[in-house]
């Protein structure tokens, strides 16, 4: 009868541990980009090197910190800038864990908006002459490399 007891013990400390893993809430991140005018494909260098979506456009996004951000739009000059995500209150260490096992989701939203500049056409004689001088500095001989320089 002594082990009968200590197993009622153990069932209910199992118990509360499942009861918990269960309860254990989480932290959504989502990152909306949108644009003026809209339709622009967005690449984020940090998340992932590749087209993440035309604007507007949502992801999720797990590590905060700066982003390199890129917009492009037939007609419009392509737009490179900075996004610094900076972590909120409760996922700064060690508040974060608390977070973490709250038993409900935080959800964690940022939104960026972005006004893109219509692109200036360009001349022929500014095609023209731009050419030429890439031309130029590809006749330019190339300096072999030296180690002991």
Known sequence: MDNAPSMMNA?????????????????????????????????????????????????????????????????????????????PWYEVPPIDLFSEMAPWTYHDRRYLHYELTEATPTSDQDLLKRAIEMQQRNDLPVKAYDPDE
């Open 11 to 87: 069932k209910k400390t199992i118990g509360l541990v499942m009861l918990m893993v269960l309860c254990v809430g989480c932290v959504q991140r989502d990152l909306t980009i949108t644009s003026e005018p809209p339709g622009a494909i967005v690449y984020i260098h940090g998340m992932s090197n590749q087209e993440i979506g035309r604007t507007p456009v949502t992801v999720p996004f797990t590590w905060y910190g700066d982003y390199e951000v890129q917009l492009r739009l037939d007609g419009y000059e392509p737009l490179n800038t900075h996004a610094n995500l900076t972590m």
